[in-house]
């Protein structure tokens, strides 16, 4: 399994929004809607920000949006903070217990 | 409140083995899924091996088939990694996640291996 395709890097000014994308096939972004997205900050374990594409966990500002066209998802955050200067992952379900992640992107807020 | 704890970690040569362990709570251990994932430094996340519930179905990366052995023991909510032939690429921090759905709900805090000669 292929991992899934993000830009390495974004970054956007402070009250500013940016998107990260995701680019998969028809066997995970594109067939399933078990779209998840993940924080990461240095030295940290990741940390669930969306699921299931569009769906925000308890306590994740709704700054944070996912969603979905085709085989290509994508999560917005709004009203950018310079907490939110981390790395971020996309990652699919594809079957069989199995899920599949995107390489990563940097984002920096400058 | 969901807790996983990874031990076992360290510093070995090429060739050696290793066993990590994952000890969870908060949660039902038996009704689901677990999940290695490894992060090597400076790189992404990957799915290393996945175990169900009751061990009927293991999955692992083509990077380490043949080499690492996904258990679990239910009776003491801990899940394990056993790892031989240990080769420089497989130098990461090793995550152990869970997820009651599709995604992964939480995360350990990692364990390094390091493996040098």
């Known amino acids: 399994q292929s991992a899934l395709t993000q830009p390495r890097s974004v970054s956007g000014s402070p009250g500013q929004s940016v998107t990260i994308s995701c680019a998969g096939t028809?066997?995970?972004?594109?067939?399933?809607?078990?779209v998840s997205w993940y924080q990461q900050h240095p030295g940290q374990a990741p940390k669930v920000m969306i699921y299931?594409?569009?769906k925000r966990p308890s306590g994740v500002p709704d700054r944070f949006s996912g969603s979905k066209s085709g085989k290509t998802a994508s999560l917005t955050i709004s009203g950018l903070q310079a907490d939110d200067e981390a790395d971020y992952y996309c990652?699919?379900?594809?079957?069989?217990?199995?899920?599949?992640f995107g390489g990563g992107t940097k984002l920096t807020v400058l | 409140q969901v807790q996983l704890v990874e031990s076992g970690g360290g510093v070995v040569q090429p060739g050696t083995s290793l066993r990590l362990s994952c000890a969870a709570s908060g949660f039902t251990f038996s009704d689901y899924p677990m999940h290695w994932v490894r992060q090597a430094p400076g790189k992404g996340l990957e799915c290393v091996a996945i175990i169900s519930r009751d061990a009927n179905y293991i999955y692992y990366a083509d990077s380490v088939k043949g080499r690492f052995t996904i258990s679990r023991d239910n009776s003491k909510n801990t899940v394990y990694l056993q790892m031989h032939s240990l080769r420089v690429e497989d130098a990461a921090v090793y995550f152990c996640?869970?997820?009651?759905?599709?995604?992964?709900?939480?995360w350990g805090q990692g364990t390094l291996l390091t493996v040098s000669s």
């Open positions: 299931d594409v569009t």
């Open positions: 028809t066997s995970d972004v594109g067939g399933y809607n078990y």
């Open positions: 990652c699919s379900y594809v079957g069989g217990y199995s899920f599949v």
């Open positions: 996640a869970w997820g009651s759905q599709y995604y992964f709900e939480s």
